[in-house]
């Protein structure tokens, strides 16, 4: 796959064009809150099934965002690595608030 991003600095700008309806950005926020709960409740209760559930949550609730809100294709489907880490990225943003949610 011949991409046009050759760093994720470059391809950031474009995520975030993905990502303008608030409603959208905060679907994101939440399925990312949820998997870091998921993950620790798979570690204290050491329950690997529970692992599971992550991309169902996290890709969903996000999915949801996009099909629903900001009426177009995630970014996922065809940068998938550099999408995982816009999420992150755009998430750690909102904690900090540096990016609207």
């Given at each position: 796959m011949?991409?046009?991003?050759h760093s994720f600095a470059e391809f950031y700008p474009f995520y975030l064009s993905q990502h303008q309806d608030l409603s959208c950005r905060?679907?994101?926020f939440i399925g990312s809150i949820l998997v870091l709960l998921?993950?620790?409740a798979a570690l204290l209760f050491a329950n690997g099934?529970?692992?599971?559930?992550i991309p169902l949550v996290g890709y969903g609730f996000a999915w949801v965002g996009h099909f629903v809100f900001e009426h177009?294709?995630?970014a996922t489907f065809q940068y998938p690595l550099y999408?995982?880490?816009g999420d992150w990225v755009m998430f750690a943003?909102?904690?900090t608030g540096k990016l609207k949610c």
């Amino acid at each position: 796959m011949n991409e046009p991003y050759h760093s994720f600095a470059e391809f950031y700008p474009f995520y975030l064009s993905q990502h303008q309806d608030l409603s959208c950005r905060r679907l994101h926020f939440i399925g990312s809150i949820l998997v870091l709960l998921l993950f620790v409740a798979a570690l204290l209760f050491a329950n690997g099934w529970l692992l599971l559930f992550i991309p169902l949550v996290g890709y969903g609730f996000a999915w949801v965002g996009h099909f629903v809100f900001e009426h177009n294709r995630p970014a996922t489907f065809q940068y998938p690595l550099y999408s995982l880490m816009g999420d992150w990225v755009m998430f750690a943003q909102i904690l900090t608030g540096k990016l609207k949610c």
